[in-house]
């Protein structure tokens, strides 16, 4: 066997212990995901959320946009949007199906601008809980790809 085999072993066992000693939490839950290309979402759609650039815990699932949370904590949710001139979202963040946040991003006065909304939440939850973004009020939301961003971390 090699030394950098017998390494990532005795890595991985120390790994192991920690987590049995210092429990789940002492790891980091924190994500942050971005759309792909221009998205056209229907009102009531969960916004998917596919390239993602962190997902330390694995509680943000790419293919349904969700976070479930792994644990029982305060966390911080953040998100942003860019709507094509002329477009618009209302981006609500939606915990196990009650809106908690949301944003305005309406661009259809705006001639050839493109307009941005963000916002940022602090909530307690519960392990499972389901966390997500939808559009909560337009008729569709137009937005624009890596401007598009979703992120959260467990802060305790």
Same mark, same amino acid.
């Given at each position: 066997?090699? $030394?950098?085999?017998?390494? $990532?072993? =005795?890595t991985a066992l120390a790994d192991s212990v920690n987590m049995i000693i210092e429990g789940p939490n002492?790891?980091?839950?924190?994500?942050?995901?971005?759309?792909?290309?221009? $998205?056209?979402i229907d009102r009531g759609q969960t916004w998917i959320y596919d390239k993602v650039i962190t997902n330390e815990g694995n509680g943000?699932?790419?293919?349904?946009?969700?976070?479930?949370?792994?644990?029982?904590?305060?966390?911080?949710?953040?998100?942003s949007s860019l709507s094509d001139p002329g477009k618009q979202s209302h981006a609500g963040l939606i915990v196990n199906g009650k809106m908690m946040g949301r944003q305005s991003l309406n661009n259809i006065? *705006?001639?050839?601008?493109?307009i941005t909304a963000g916002n940022t939440i602090i909530l307690v =939850?519960? $392990?499972?809980?389901?966390?997500?973004?939808?559009?909560?009020? *337009?008729r569709?939301?137009?937005l624009n790809g890596p401007w598009t961003t979703f992120s959260g971390v467990q802060l305790g």
């Open positions: 066997m090699s $030394k950098k085999f017998i390494k $990532k072993q =005795l002492s790891f980091p839950v924190a994500f942050h995901a971005e759309m792909g290309p221009r $998205k056209t943000y699932n790419s293919a349904t946009g969700k976070f479930i949370a792994p644990a029982k904590g305060l966390y911080l949710f953040a998100w006065h *705006g001639g050839s601008k493109w =939850l519960q $392990k499972g809980d389901n966390v997500y973004i939808k559009d909560v009020h *337009g569709v939301a137009e």
